[in-house]
């Protein structure tokens, strides 16, 4: 065989599902992601009402999950429509039936601001600018395909990433996209602070949120003075949504992690009387090994992200070791039960988005039965 | 829309190639991750050489590629063989034609183990073994499917996972194998440390190599003594292979990462006279912010791994900040160039096994242009 034609030759796959609608929780395959479905959907409906009940639109981020199930249940939940971060994940919820996606990140090159502009003709689609090149791309993409977005300018409201810093040049570029992009539309402000969802006290937070709002207040304010309306505030997640909710000046929050939770999220201090969210994400590995002192699962690096730091494992008396490519290493403690080569574990993982990614499906399970193999289609979707 | 469905309606999806053969590399879409093919192949003939001319067989880790594409170029280059980690990646490899595959892994649970008892009678497979309990359920398996398997021991040489402690067990798993399950093969001893390929001294690798080849020796010679003859002792990798291949004792190495390599492998100092591999494996981003004071590439943690710490960027006077899930924060010192929205940058990996575990394809290239997109069929092959 020549292997100058390998690309054609060989192509990629996607895994079997670990489990199959009807299956007992013990026969699903491993390492494999489960979603308890009770958690799941009591964390679905305390954020939704929060918000809603505030009077903003809720929108929830697809990057968490990637999952069409998924996304369709937060519709089913009052969501108007999820956010994403990268064409080709709009792609795919758009092929699912999702109707309006907000790409919250700036989209850069003609191959993928063509893909965003074509969807475009599709779904309601929106996206991020924080540069006049941004502007000049997608512009001149919507023309050729005949197709129309909103545009909204991120200010960098102290998560030091994307974003304009001030209101003239959020005014400047709302100018360029009237002046001279009929086909994009300039609806308002996108204001997202990464680093604050993870503050571990309330109040670090609600400063956060506070200091955030008014800056963007000002910099709406001088937007209007100028004739540029801002309909849509959005940004917020998983550890502020109650605070943009009651802001006064948010019209939108997305919350992603909340569905799902991690160790990294739960280790967020609440405000006083509030009931934490649950986890709803859990790894389930085997055990193949036991040694003296240890036992060995057979799922590591490639089951769990660990940028957020090690999973923990729900098994009394056990702590994770070390985690190495396909290999996780758990250690009793005097008080643990003794584990045996063929045990199934659970582990919460540590940063839920990086992690499902890993997998292509969620084995969505109540009680002790599966009910759904959900695949995580926009696993993997990086363009 | 019913939402019992879902698992039916929606599927899990391939990217499509982020560049076709004879593209310009500077059209690749981003993120991305490349193959400079000259140091590939350099690297490839290298460490081929210097195992094959010292008289072993070279089996390379096809965990660290997960491509066919590679795998078959190193069957080209004198590999009998490769390894995998997984049943589904065996089958991934079986499927495009490698003959010949070692799992240096424990298998555990039916499911897995009767794929694995199918696969051996397309190809020639083994497997590792710690426990009776995984010697009965491939015995088993290989009944039911009248297949064959060869079964190789595993013993922890101090890599501290799995393997067992002494020639007891290992005469006594022979034994079990031998005497109980005619279907398989006790061939010999796997002996792997992982944590010994990235000690940073030559002269502790080459003690490390040096203590696991008296253990092993010893059980060896313990085993043949009791009747059980070892023809293949497998071990290894990208950081020790030159000791393993000089140990008259090994008859058989297993390196992954040489062809790619990423920074945690190149931190190895290197025995004095010796020429490191290239670095042939690169990221390639898209810049999509520029601020004052950083700018931001549109790869983050869904494109590199940074178990092993960042990836490392090749633009003199940056460097590299920080990471999100879809972003990588760089930063200028005094001596930067000046980056534009729309520039493309290229970051080494820190850790090349799940970093290529992340995409669906390699894009391989020589000078400015690319030859091959291979699928990175095996990614996510977790079970």
New interface residues.
Partial sequence: ?S??D??S??????????A??GDLLDSV????LLVDLDAFEDNLARVHTRILQAGLQVRPHG?AHK???IA??QI?AGAHGICC??V?EAE?FVD??IQDVLIT?????M??VDRLAALAGRAHIGVCV??P??VEQLGDAVVKEGTHIDVLVEV?IGH????V?NAFEAIDLARTIQQYHPHLRFVGIHAFR?SAQHMRQPQERAAAVTSAVEKVRGIVQELEAAGFACTTITGGGTGTYMHEASSTLYTEVQPGSYVLMDTDYAANKLEEGSTPLQHALFGLC???????G?A?L??G???F???QGLPRIQLAGWSVKT?????T?IIPDDTATPL???DKVRLIPS?C??TV?????LIAFRGKTVE????????????
């Fill in positions: 065989m292997h100058n390998l690309s030759t060989f192509t990629s796959n996607i895994q079997a599902a670990p199959a609608t395959d491993t390492p494999a990057k999952s069409p199930a369709h249940k089913e971060q990268k080709s795919v699912a039936g990140n700036q989209i850069v090159g191959r993928k924080d540069h090149i941004q960098d030091g990433r994307c974003g810093a990464g085997t055990v193949i090994s036991v040694q003296a240890h060995v057979d799922g690096l490639k089951a992200a660990v940028d985690l190495s490519d396909e290999h290493v045996h080569v063929g940063h988005d990086p990614n890993l997998h292509d499906w759904h193999a959900w695949p995580v289609s926009a696993r993997g979707a990086l363009f």
